[in-house]
């Protein structure tokens, strides 16, 4: 049975505050989807989870290189952040060329994917943590389902 949780936030500090506190319920191997529209907080949620990881770098979007890979501080057996945006992507080929599939479900990542429609069967037999970000007339509605 799936485990959701909601959440109204009306700042990116707020939206980053969640991604942080995610990190109390991943582990390595975990692939986070992010579902939402253009400036719904994708990478801002993704910057949040960054900072419990002790990350360093600044946490842009990979729009135009596709894919981002940070070193992080092993919290939760997590010594690798895999940030991925499928957005310009065509199909699933592509993204095996860049070697995503080396990451995918590997026991020190953590795969954060943005737009992940077009994933196809990467995924497949994969942990999965769907997260949806949508604009709401006072800020951002977020719900996270867990398996």
Not at 46 to 55: D, H, V
Request: glycine share 8%.
């Amino acid at each position: 049975m799936s485990k959701v949780n909601k959440y109204i936030t009306y700042s990116a500090e707020k939206t980053k505050d969640i991604g942080a506190q995610l990190i109390q319920k991943l582990q390595g191997g975990d692939i986070i989807l992010l579902y939402g529209e253009l400036g719904t907080g994708k990478t801002t949620l993704t910057q949040g989870i960054s900072s419990s990881l002790k990350i360093k770098e600044k946490i842009t979007s990979p729009t135009f290189t596709i894919m981002h890979i940070y070193s992080a501080d092993g919290t939760n057996n997590i010594k690798t952040l895999v940030h991925v945006d499928t957005y310009r992507i065509e199909d699933e080929s592509q993204l095996k060329e860049i070697g995503l599939e080396d990451y995918l479900g590997d026991p020190d990542t953590l795969c954060v994917i943005e737009w992940p429609d077009k994933m196809g069967h990467l995924l497949d037999n994969k942990k999965t943590i769907d997260i949806y970000l949508e604009h709401i007339t006072t800020g951002r509605a977020i719900r996270i389902e867990y398996d």
